[in-house]
């Protein structure tokens, strides 16, 4: 990894149906102990229908390049206790050495 690791994640992933039929995480963990680089960051935009500047708050995490850890799982800060829904995940091409993987969060907790 060549980020510097500021805490350790865990990979929640999985889904059920409820008596209603509506579906629910399991967070049936896939991996744990992941090195990783977390750092939240805010932005602030505006809009074609709306002109007053918001401020957004949105996480970026880098994680080792095999991690296995896709769009929809959840990732739970083992120091904060903190879980984000993983929205993208993104690596750079480097024919010579594994670069980490990227990966978008939003909070959820």
């Not at 399991?26 to 932005?43: F, H, V």
Request: hydrophobic share 35%; aromatic share 2%.
């Amino acid at each position: 990894m060549q980020a510097i690791a500021t805490t350790r994640v865990t990979v929640l992933r999985g889904t059920a149906t409820d008596d209603y039929g509506d579906e629910q995480d399991t967070n049936t963990p896939i991996a744990t102990g992941i090195p990783a680089s977390l750092t939240e960051q805010t932005r602030r935009v505006s809009g074609r229908e709306n002109a007053t500047p918001r401020i957004v708050r949105y996480a970026v995490a880098r994680v080792p390049a095999r991690t296995d850890i896709s769009e929809n799982d959840r990732v739970l800060d083992e120091r904060t206790g903190a879980t984000y829904i993983v929205d993208a995940v993104s690596g750079m091409a480097n024919p010579t050495i594994e670069v980490d993987r990227k990966v978008d969060l939003r909070r959820t907790t």
